[in-house]
T-cell receptor
Framework: GAGVSQTPSNKVTEKGKYVELRCDPI?????LYWYRQSLGQGPEFLIY????????DSGLPNDRFFAVRPEGSVSTLKIQRTERGDSAVYLC?????????????FGPGTRLTVT | AQKITQTQPGMFVQEKEAVTLDCTYD???????LFWYKQPSSGEMIFLIY??????QNATEGRYSLNFQKARKSANLVISASQLGDSAMYFC?????????????FGSGTRLSIRP
């Protein structure tokens, strides 16, 4: 079946602009996660959704970052007034609502470059 | 606060040899899960293996095994009979409150290079 998809795969924007990154999870996966991966680092947690609501947004770095999942499927990560430090690969993952061996399935990521 | 430490930034191993990638963790939770993910140069994150904190046996998945030493808070990944395709970044990760879905905290990774 189809995996997690993310669009666009690459995004170049100017400092100060607004960007939206989209994630389409695996069908039936209720949990959706956003991570940010800087060059040479491990993914860093941003936010996690259970259904339509954000269950944990403790990783969002500041109020320029916001994410929605209005119908409990597709999610959009929104970044306002982008800064050069926002440049990274933004990864989306989805999973069933359960712990244990239920791993998170990752998408290919969106590479964001802020010039 | 939970933390994952991977002290080996890079490793070189001869093809067909076994390799151990180190991982230590810190958590105050009794219930947690440990994961290893592989990230090839193409960028996708590939799940390799999972170990629950209450599992008494070390997890194994094909050529991958997880050497879980709970008292030492270590969860090393062992790859037997390494192959050229094993060259990649490897991330150790942990999920607290393992009974339900929640965020995963990743280590900084180890870059493994397999020599022919």
């Amino acid at each position: 079946g189809a995996g997690v998809s993310q669009t666009p795969s690459n995004k170049v924007t100017e400092k100060g602009k607004y960007v939206e990154l989209r994630c389409d999870p695996i069908s039936g996966h209720t949990a959706l996660y956003w991570y940010r991966q800087s060059l040479g680092q491990g993914p860093e947690f941003l936010i996690y959704f259970q259904g339509t609501g954000a269950a944990d947004d403790s990783g969002l770095p500041n109020d320029r970052f916001f994410a929605v999942r209005p119908e409990g499927s597709v999610s959009t990560l929104k970044i306002q007034r982008t800064e050069r430090g926002d440049s990274a690969v933004y990864l989306c993952a989805s999973s069933v609502l359960g712990g244990g061996a239920y791993e998170q399935y990752f998408g290919p990521g969106t590479r964001l470059t802020v010039t | 606060a939970q933390k994952i430490t991977q002290t080996q930034p890079g490793m070189f191993v001869q093809e067909k040899e076994a390799v151990t990638l180190d991982c230590t963790y810190d958590t105050s939770d009794q219930s947690y899960g440990l994961f290893w993910y592989k990230q090839p140069s193409s960028g996708e994150m590939i799940f390799l293996i999972y170990q629950g904190s209450y599992d008494e046996q070390n997890a194994t998945e094909g050529r991958y095994s997880l050497n879980f030493q709970k008292a030492r808070k270590s969860a090393n990944l062992v790859i037997s009979a390494s192959q050229l395709g094993d060259s990649a970044m490897y991330f150790c990760a942990m999920r607290e409150r393992d009974s339900s879905a929640s965020k995963i905290i990743f280590g900084s990774g180890t870059r493994l290079s397999i020599r022919p």
